[in-house]
Every structure is written in structure tokens, then in C-alpha cells.
């Protein structure tokens, strides 16, 4: 008999239940017999002992579910550490929950956050299995993280539908993507969509580039330009400023993100009438593609064979469309960041979409 609990961690993405779904199937086709324990919205739910007893059945019908069957929340790392202020220490708390559920193992899907207290849980002893999830793909240690290639659909469509209401008004459009502090979610739709200019955070940008390829394009006889945006995108002045100096910057600034910044200085700079579009949480909603639910199926596959041969303190990750095991403890704490000077990058530019350096 084993034993093995469940929890979705951090914000949610589409091909979280297509992943919980494989590995109880491959589980399911290993053991005959299994107690499977689904912990509710995220770690909240391991610190307060917060959870359900689930079987197969319980996972029947959701590969194609967006969101998660199980909830999720954030609980960021320093808040976790954190003693509350009657002295519950939430660390201790996971721990108990763990050991009175007596589980053979947890499996984590979560985020770059998420495997912080991941890896910490498993220095603690406790059995844990990690498998990627998160639309930014900035997780360390894997070419790419499910979710991400369905929110590279989302955001391409938004951008795609930018296209002729830009052409009919002869506008210029900002498109912000999200990403948090990485841009691979604005590269990949800002390239699969066409856009003019791809303003990612790994690439500080000169807003004169920009302006400049906007008037350029007009006189060649484009009426509209599409800037796809990374919501972490940064000038090159602000790249220069310290983490805690650019925080205190953006509190004074009368924006409600980057994007209205960008549009603001390029509407005085070039004189063209610019709008903001922001597709926002709907790159994280609805279902996954058929790209993430292969993914899932091979990593939900990956995480049960884990549990098999009793590997824990491992990330599934993919390299070289191979799925390999990743320690926690080289996951936890690092960022998977777009290469500036990598060959697609290059690749590209070569095309003449401008990225504003
Ligand atoms: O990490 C996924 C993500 O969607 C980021 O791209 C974005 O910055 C953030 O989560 C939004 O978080 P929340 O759902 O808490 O608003």
C-alpha cells in the first residue's frame, strides 16, 4: 500500500489536473492498491491540515480541465519562514500534517516559489517530488514547464486579434504579457504573432529605438505597429537602479504597469495614437493545449516511476525532450532567464523585429 498526497502550489496554469491525472494513472497501473490525499490550496493547506482523502475516479475526465481540482494559493517563502504572531511555526505545521497523514511521498506541482519551500521540505526530511508547472517558464533546471505553451496560445491570439482593429485605426498598440520578471511568454507570442518590437525584461530597452522604429515603419508604409510588452520590461536607465531603488520608483509612478508608461512616451515622442491592451489572467485560464497535455502526460508518467524507485528530492524536468531528474536543492532559489545573446534571440532580430536595444 502506498500512500502519496497531492498539492498545487502558487499561481495556477492550465495542465495542472492533466498532470495529477497521469501520475495517479501511472500510479494506479503500478500499485494495486493506493490512498491518494489531495492537500487543499497549496501549502495554506498543509499548514492547517487542510485536505481530502481522493481515489482514481476523483481524476477521471479532467486532462483537458484548466485551473486546479485541488486550489491553490501563495504563500510566499519569507512568509512561511516567518513565525505568526501567536509563535505557530508554519514549517513545523507541514511537517505534522505530513507525519500524521503518514505519507510515502508529496508530490508539489508548483512554481519558481513554490520549489523554494519545496526543497526546504525536503531538507526536513519529508519525501517530495516536484514536477514544473508555471506559464512564465522560468523554473530552473527544465527547457520548459507545462502550462507555458498554452499561455503562449492565449497570448498569440490576443496579439492576432491586435492586428486589424490596429491596421483599421492606424494605431500603435502595446500588448503587456505576463511573465513576472521573465520574458519568454512575450518572446515566443510576440513572435508568433508578428509583432513589430518584442520588450522583454532580460533586454532593457531605449524607448528612442522604439519610437524610432515606429516612425521608420510609417514612412515604409505600415500605418500601425504591435509591441508586444513583457509586464517586467525595463528602460535601459531603470535596469541600472537597484532592486529595492526600481520598487520605489514604480510606487511613484502614476501607472497601473509598465505598458502605460511605454505608450505615454511614445505617443509624445512620435505624435501616433496609442492603445494598451492587456490580456492579463486569461493567459493562465481555460485549458491546456495539445502541447501541454503530452507534456503532462510524460511528466505526471515520469513523477509515479519516481515513487517507484523512491527518488525523492527530485524536480521531473525535460532537457533535450528527455525527462531527467533535477535536485530540489539546484532548482530552489534560481531563474530561468531568456539568454540576450542566445541564437534565437539572434535569429530573431535577423527577421528586423526590433527589441528595443
Ligand atoms: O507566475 C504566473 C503569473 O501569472 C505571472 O506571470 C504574473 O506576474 C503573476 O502570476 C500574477 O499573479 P497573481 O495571479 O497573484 O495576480
Redesign the pocket.
Known sequence: MKKVGFLTS????QSLNATMRATVKALCDTYKEIQIIGILDGYKGLIYGNYITMCEKDFEGILSLGGTILGTS?QPFKQIQRLEENGFDKIEAMVRTYNELALDCLIILG??GSHKTANLLSTKGLNIITLPK???N?IWGTDVTFGFYS?VDVATYAIDCIHTTASSHSRVFVVEV???KVGW?TLHAGVAAGADAIIIPEIPYDIHKIADLIKRQKEAGKNYTILAVA??AKSVEDSQLTKKEYKEKLKGLPYPSISYKIGEEIEALTGEEVRITIPG?M??GGGPNAYDRILSSRMGSAAAAFVKEGMFGYMVGIRNHELVPVPLYEVAGKLKQVDPDSAFIKEIKDLGIVFGD
Do not use: F, K, S, V
Not at 502558487?10 to 496554469?13: E, N, S, V
Open positions: 502558487g499561481g495556477d496554469c501563495r512554481g519558481n508555471t506559464i512564465d522560468d499561455a505576463m511573465g513576472h511568454l509586464e517586467g489572467h493567459q493562465r
